[in-house]
């Protein structure tokens, strides 16, 4: 919901050069969609038992644990518990409010910080994060090789919600596709072999490239004006 916000409010927006250099539109969208998606996550759980978001589900798992059945009649038998949950909304919501405002003077002191010791900063903590849970060089070697090629997509203009799409189906991505090498005993070429699937994987194939062929051509364009 973030991201389509901020999407939206950018290709709405007259003046969307601005956005992510301090354009206030940039930060109340996502900020705004993301308060509502969080909210609106919670009534599909608590009265049918689907969860919404994560964090639902991790509610959802707590509710079962102590006995608590998802649903209509969860309004009727336990009107604590579900008016108590409504009311700590609002007071997280206040809290939030009354907290930021005071520490509006660390975050401005956070934004004034120079890059190059910010950027450092994330740099030893991202390392730190991703060394101490397996102590395997391994992983160090993955941050560094995704932080390189998420700042190629990220010179080459690449949108941010289909990453965060594929990080939410890469499971069910992978599973399909044991499935389908067992079914095909290993052969890949299944992928392409049959129109439906070949059109797809094409598709696929020429939107990933599209934002790469835009950054090539406007580059050479750069190059060529100065030339002339």
């Not at 999407?7 to 709405?12: E, T, Y």
């Not at 509610?59 to 336990?78: A, H, K, R, S, T």
């Not at 499935?179 to 992928?191: M, S």
Request: glycine content about 8%.
């Amino acid at each position: 919901a973030s991201l389509m916000a901020y999407g939206m409010a950018k290709q709405s927006s007259k003046d969307p050069k601005s956005f992510g250099k301090g354009n206030i539109e940039g930060v109340a969208a996502p900020e705004t969609a993301n308060n509502a998606a969080s909210t609106g996550s919670l009534l599909p759980m608590l009265t049918l038992g689907i969860p919404g978001s994560p964090t639902t589900a991790l509610l959802l798992g707590g509710m079962v644990m102590w006995g608590l059945v998802p649903g209509p009649m969860l309004f009727i038998e336990q009107p604590d518990f579900v008016w108590g949950l409504i009311s700590s909304l609002y007071t997280a919501n206040v809290a939030a409010v009354l907290i930021n405002i005071a520490l509006i003077p660390v975050f401005v002191w956070a934004l004034r910080m120079p890059f190059t010791v910010l950027c450092s900063l994330v740099i030893v903590l991202c390392i730190v994060g991703g060394f101490a849970p397996s102590q395997k060089m391994h992983d160090v070697w993955l941050i560094a090789g995704f932080g390189v090629a998420g700042y190629l997509l990220r010179k080459a203009d690449y949108p941010l919600a289909p990453l965060v799409l594929a990080l939410v189906l890469g499971p069910l991505m992978e599973t399909s596709f044991r499935q389908t090498l067992i079914a095909e005993q290993g052969n890949v070429l299944a992928f392409v072999q049959r129109p439906l699937s070949g059109s797809f994987m094409l598709i696929a194939l020429v939107f990933f490239l599209l934002p790469l062929i835009k950054y090539v051509r406007t580059n050479r364009r750069r190059t060529i004006a100065p030339a002339e």
